[in-house]
Every structure is written in structure tokens, then in C-alpha cells.
């Protein structure tokens, strides 16, 4: 119960005070709201605790909430408590935990060199974050959010982001930031996470005429993913495309399929297909060459060609005429 005490003395603010004279501090830690944990959470990793607690005792705690979620799967997670859930999980893999804190730290270390403040005043957090990046300054306080992703920063593009963040414009360190957000390594660490939708619900949009892209998926993801890929967003295109098959959207994670093949006389397999295609790029991410980004690498073309009937489905492809399907 060691950890729970140091969370109790460290956190004055936190639901957990009022029930500090309880025994068994597990019991509360499992009733607490997902937006609690969090917060909890965010407390307990933060740079001040990193430079005071050793790893495993962090590991523990991390392993504590964690079952304490698990617990709470049992009647369904809702949206905010699977990604806290999902959140534990990477940091609960130890080189993550490591890399995540000393991002921590080395931020709150350089905004306080730059901006003159104490490290007291600097609050920096990293998480699943809905954007990319978000900076206040007040006279007396300092506060950065950062999406989980960005711990992929070396540590030149930190300092590079601090000196942005002190310019008069904001337009420097959004346009670093982007370009790091949408790096391969960034692409890999955010597919530890489900992305939150703002939209509303894409099922009405994945269900078509003749085909359902929810049920194509989970096939797709158990033949040719071993069920290890995350659901992204599905939709029907609204129009019919006449220039592509479908699309795979990185940033909102959004799979879009043309409506065109949403019809009884496009083989289901070639269907199929188109999904497994743009679910490669998502599985297979982006890579840039001479800044150039290239998404049909070598390495994606081979596995394309590993989809069963390949060879009959893109003979198929070729006599489609996608300026014709109006
Ligand atoms: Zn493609």
C-alpha cells in the first residue's frame, strides 16, 4: 500500500482526500471516475514525482489502475476510460514509462530556462490529447499538454519547440509540431491509441447498399491482421469517386471507400480487397524519402500481393471503369 500512501500525501486536491481514512485505499481507487484516475495519474507522473520515485513503484501504480479498469470492463468501457485504459497500457511497458518521463522533465527544464519561471510554476502533461499541442502562458503559471505521440522528440527538436512557443507567433511551433506529429514514429506510437472521434457515429455511414464495412473489416482484420488492428473510422465516400477506390486518413484515422463499389456486381472479394489496401496504410504508416512521402513501398507491395486471388483482382481492377459507374 506504500504507493497509495505517497499518493495520498502528495495530492491535497485529489477525490481520494476524503476518503483517506478508509482502510483498503484499492477499494476507492477502483470507484473513482475515469476523469479522476486520470488526473490522478497525470500527478503521480508527473516531472516532480519522476525525480522522487523510482520506476517500479510507478510500474506498480500503473498496474494498479489498470486493474482497476479491467475490472470495470466487464460492463463495457466507455470512450474516456478505454483510452485511460489504453494510456496505462503503453506506459506500463517500461521503455515507454522511461522516455515518457524524461520528456517530462527535460520540457519543464528547458521552459524554465527559457521563460525565466520556476519549475514549480510549469505544469506539463502528455497524454492522449485530442490535438497536437496546447501552450498557455500566464504571468504566474506555465502550462503545456502534449499528445503521447510527441515523446518521440529528440532533443534538439525540444528546445527548437520551447524557442518556437517564445515567439510572438504561434506559427513556428504549430508548423514543427505538425511535421513531428505526422512522423513515422509519431504515426507508431499514436497506434496505441484509439482516436477520438469528434463526428458523430460512422456506423449509419459504414453500412451501404450491398456491402457493410464494419463486417468486411473484422474479416479483413482476422485473415489478414491477426485481429491486431484498431477499428479506425469507416465510411461509404458520399459521391461516387471517379479518380480513386478509396482513401486512408492518418490524422482523423478515417477509412473511406468509394460508393462506386458499393453495388451487388462488384465481387465482395474485390472489396475486400480496396479495404485491405487502405488498411495496410494504416498498419504500414507512412514513410518520407528526401522529404518525399511515400506510402506504396516496397515493403507494402509485397504484402498487397499476399491477399489471396490477387492476380484475378487486379485483372478485375483493370476493366473497372470507375469514369463509368455513374
Ligand atoms: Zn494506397
Not at 39 to 47: N, R, T, V
Not at 138 to 148: A, G, M, S
Not at 172 to 177: C, E, G, V
Not at 182 to 206: G, L, M, P, W
Request: charged residues 25%; contains cysteine; aromatic residues 8%.
Amino acid at each position: 500500500m506504500g504507493i497509495f500512501r505517497d499518493l495520498f500525501s502528495h495530492s491535497n486536491k485529489t477525490p481520494l482526500e476524503t476518503k483517506k481514512s478508509q482502510p483498503d485505499s484499492v477499494i476507492c481507487f477502483r470507484r473513482m471516475s475515469a476523469t479522476a484516475l486520470t488526473k490522478l495519474l497525470h500527478e503521480a507522473l508527473s516531472a516532480t514525482a519522476a525525480a522522487e520515485k523510482s520506476l517500479p513503484a510507478m510500474q506498480e501504480l500503473l498496474k494498479e489502475a489498470e486493474n482497476a479498469l479491467k475490472e470495470r470492463s466487464k460492463r463495457g468501457l466507455k470512450p474516456i476510460e478505454l483510452r485511460l485504459l489504453e494510456w496505462i497500457r503503453f506506459l506500463s511497458r517500461p521503455d515507454n514509462l522511461a522516455v515518457h518521463l524524461m520528456t517530462l522533465a527535460e520540457l519543464a527544464k528547458i521552459l524554465s530556462r527559457k521563460f525565466k519561471t520556476p519549475q514549480e510554476a510549469i505544469q506539463v502533461t502528455i497524454y492522449p490529447t485530442r490535438g497536437i499541442y496546447n501552450f498557455t502562458r500566464k504571468p504566474d503559471r506555465i502550462t503545456l499538454e502534449l499528445h503521447e505521440s510527441l515523446i518521440c522528440m529528440s532533443s534538439d527538436e525540444r528546445t527548437a519547440f520551447v524557442n518556437a512557443l517564445s515567439r510572438r507567433s504561434n506559427a513556428p511551433s504549430s508548423k514543427l509540431m505538425r511535421t513531428i506529429f505526422y512522423s513515422t514514429d509519431a504515426q507508431k506510437i499514436r497506434s496505441n491509441f484509439t482516436e477520438v472521434h469528434s463526428q458523430h457515429d460512422s456506423s449509419s455511414n459504414a453500412r451501404g447498399a450491398t456491402y457493410d464495412l464494419e463486417q468486411l473489416f473484422h474479416e479483413v482484420n482476422e485473415n489478414q491482421f491477426q485481429n491486431q488492428l484498431e477499428k479506425p473510422a469507416l465510411k461509404w465516400s458520399s459521391r461516387k469517386s471517379k479518380t480513386r477506390y478509396g482513401s486512408y486518413n492518418f490524422r482523423t484515422d478515417t477509412l473511406i471507400i468509394n460508393k462506386a463499389l458499393d453495388n451487388p456486381k462488384v465481387p465482395r472479394s474485390v472489396v475486400l480487397f480496396i479495404l485491405y489496401h487502405e488498411l495496410l496504410h494504416k498498419a504500414l504508416g507512412f514513410k518520407t524519402k528526401n522529404g518525399i512521402v511515400r506510402s506504396h513501398t516496397a515493403e507494402f507491395r509485397r504484402a498487397e500481393k499476399a491477399f489471396p486471388h490477387y492476380e484475378t483482382i487486379q485483372s478485375y481492377l483493370s476493366n473497372f471503369q470507375l469514369h463509368n459507374t455513374d
